[in-house]
Each structure stands twice: as structure tokens, then as C-alpha cells.
């Protein structure tokens, strides 16, 4: 892939999906992973409390049905006692470990994890912790957030950057140092003119609000309240 898709010569960037763990995955010595609404929130959420997190690739069966042989719970919809949704998981008690697939986030992280760089998770409730490890992790390396992004239900799944993902990736690139590239200096002004005051009122948060989830929004709208850094470290989250 071509220099200027990598962001070259930048030590903070910025990409989007599963492109942009490759492209950025080439050079960058962490990955922060975001997805706001709902799997960064959760596993702050989990971790935060003590508990440990599996990421599982969306819709992939040979991994859920290896983790439940593990004697690990598969929190696989909305609605179950440990779920994709951050409320469901804040009474997780320590020690738990919790296999947890999402579309984007979780699958992101499995990807993130087979470039060689440390990959963290990050979201606006632990931004500015997130970033701080980051910068402990990468030393003088390059620092790659990627925004998740969400998925529109049309035929190949395509990717829909989302408004949640921007904020949360700008509040954790506002709190790395200078050295950023274009892409990431836009989400992070983006962030610093709005904060989280508008995410309540986005496309996603509408969609849980109107499923009757108004708890996973404001739990996910909470901004720099844990220290809690996830990184993934043969095959968990803590």
C-alpha cells in the first residue's frame, strides 16, 4: 500500500474500518479500536470492574461454539444477562471472562491483532487514559486510531462512518501530542467544538433509544470517567 494511504511521516492517525487496520497496521506501533455504540463502552464498562473480554469475530460460529466449549459465556445479543450492551455489564463481577462478538469492534480487535501492533480499545469514557497508554506503548513509534464506523444493512455490508466513532476517536487523538495527520487533527478539532453533547441525538443513539436502550447511551455519552485501558493480550481484553 502506498506511503500516503499509511498517513506516513504522522505519529498520530487516523483511518476507518477494516481498510484502515491495514493500512495503518503496516507502520503503527498500537491500534486504538473504537466503537462507541456499543463494544469499546462494554469493554471499558467490563475491564474497569475486573472482568476480561474476548472479542469474537461477528457471525463466526466455530469461535463462539470454541469459547462456550471453554466454559466461557458468549454475550451474543442485546437482551441476554452479559451482552454487546454496556448496562448489561455494570454489575460484572471480577474474574468474569466474557467472550463478546460484535460486528465492528470486536472484529476489528481479532483483525488489529494479526498486524503486530498493541491494540487497545478505546471510547469517550476513558479517552484520555487510552491515549496516555498509548503514548507509554508506542514510544517513538506511530499511534493508529481506528474508527470503527457502522454497517448499513444493504447487500455486501458497507461501511457508514458514524458520527458516536468521530467523537470518540477525537476525544482520544485531542489528548495525544502534536504530529497529526489531517485525518486525525479533524476528528479531534471536530470533538473539541462539540464534545459529547450531540451524541445522544446521532443515528446510532437514536436507533437504541427508539429499541428501548436509552441507558446505553448515556453510559457510552460519559466522558473521561474510568481509567480503565483495555489491551489485548493473547486473545483478551483486561
Known amino acids: 500500500m502506498d506511503a500516503w494511504f499509511r498517513q506516513d511521516g504522522y505519529q498520530v492517525r487516523l483511518e476507518w474500518g477494516p481498510d484502515g487496520v491495514t493500512a495503518l497496521g503496516a507502520d503503527c506501533a498500537v491500534l486504538v479500536i473504537v466503537d462507541v455504540l456499543s463494544f469499546t463502552t462494554s469493554v471499558d464498562i467490563a475491564v474497569g470492574r475486573g472482568a476480561r473480554i474476548m472479542p469474537l469475530r461477528w457471525k463466526d460460529e466455530a469461535a463462539a461454539a470454541n469459547a462456550r466449549r471453554a466454559g466461557l459465556p458468549v454475550g451474543e445479543t ?22 463478546l462478538p460484535s460486528a465492528n469492534g470486536a472484529t476489528l480487535c481479532d483483525l488489529a491483532s ?3 501492533a ?39 455490508d ?3 462512518p458514524c458520527w458516536e466513532d468521530l467523537l470518540g476517536a477525537g476525544a482520544i487523538v485531542s489528548a495525544l501530542p502534536d504530529g497529526r ?5 479533524m476528528a479531534a478539532r471536530t470533538y473539541r467544538a462539540t464534545g459529547a453533547s450531540l451524541l445522544h441525538e446521532c443515528v ?3 436507533e437504541l ?7 446505553d ?6 466522558v473521561n470517567v474510568s481509567t480503565a485501558t483495555p489491551l489485548l493480550r493473547d486473545g483478551f481484553l483486561s
Do not use: M, Q
Not at 451482552?83 to 466474557?98: K, W, Y
Not at 495527520?181 to 487533527?185: C, G, I, V
Not at 433509544?209 to 441507558?215: C, E, S
Open 78 to 99: 442485546f437482551g441476554k444477562e452479559l451482552s454487546l450492551r454496556p448496562s448489561s455489564l455494570t454489575a460484572i463481577e471480577a474474574g468474569t471472562t466474557l467472550a
Open 118 to 156: 498493541h491494540v487497545l480499545t478505546g471510547c469517550l469514557r476513558n479517552a484520555d487514559a487510552v491515549a496516555a497508554r498509548a503514548r507509554e506503548l508506542a514510544g517513538d513509534r506511530p499511534v493508529g486510531i481506528i474508527a470503527g464506523g457502522e454497517r448499513w444493512l444493504l447487500p455486501g
Open 209 to 215: 433509544i427508539a429499541a428501548g436502550y436509552p441507558d
Open 204 to 206: 446510532g443513539a437514536k
Open 217 to 222: 447511551v448515556r453510559l457510552a455519552t460519559e
Open 158 to 160: 458497507p461501511l457508514r
Open 181 to 185: 495527520s489531517p485525518e486525525a487533527e
Open 114 to 116: 494479526k498486524t503486530g
